[in-house]
């Protein structure tokens, strides 16, 4: 099956920034994939943030058959030792390879953020050419009467010093897999 363009530049845009892509069928393999991904990194844990019931007890049940443990929220006691990390992207920006997930809620942040490996599922139809294109949803969403956090990732958290020395997972984590559905 031969991607879209606009799936082609996502990945390539994304890849450009060292994170991984892989274009999946639905959330099972999603799950199947961010399992095997913990357990070929010695990981023991995953943190889910954004899922629906559904979703999640798939992935509960998944994660106790093979030994994992799905963290339970709020995630906050669980910070420091989050090995893996699955979340829904609400949109994605192909120009640019970026991830953008609305991080209101505190567990989507602590999920996305201090994750060790962040695995993104991103339906092919939110993916958009340009962060233009996202105008309308963005302006809506800061309209509403509530406070609002939207995270805009591209790739994994990488920083450089003052000697240009190059570090990686420093301000979020070390690796990004972005799995687009559809």
């Known amino acids: 099956m031969t991607p879209s363009p606009m799936i082609q530049l996502m ?6 920034v060292q994170a991984v892509v892989f274009q999946i069928g ?16 010695n990981g023991r844990n995953i943190a889910a943030g954004g899922l629906s019931k559904d979703q999640e007890d798939a992935l509960r049940e998944a994660c106790a058959q093979a030994h994992l443990t799905l963290l339970p ?3 906050r006691p669980h910070a420091n030792k989050i090995h893996t990390s699955l ?3 609400d949109w994605g920006i192909a120009e640019t390879g970026t991830l953008v997930i609305d991080s209101t ?4 942040r602590i999920a996305t953020m201090l994750a060790e490996i962040h695995v993104a599922v991103l339906p092919a139809s939110r993916i958009k050419p ?21 995270a805009f990732i591209t790739g994994a958290s990488r920083t450089a010093d003052i000697e240009r020395v ?17």
């Open 11 to 16: 990945k390539e845009k994304a890849e450009a």
């Open 26 to 41: 639905d959330f099972k393999e999603a799950v199947t994939y961010t399992i095997d991904l913990t357990k070929r990194q």
């Open 73 to 75: 929220f709020p995630l």
């Open 87 to 89: 979340t829904l992207a």
């Open 105 to 108: 809620k505190e567990d989507i």
């Open 130 to 150: 340009d962060a233009e294109a996202l105008e309308r949803e963005i302006d809506g969403i800061l309209k509403k009467d509530a406070p609002a956090y939207l």
């Open 166 to 182: 190059l570090a990686i997972g420093v301000h979020g984590p070390k690796e990004l897999h972005i799995l687009i559905t559809g």
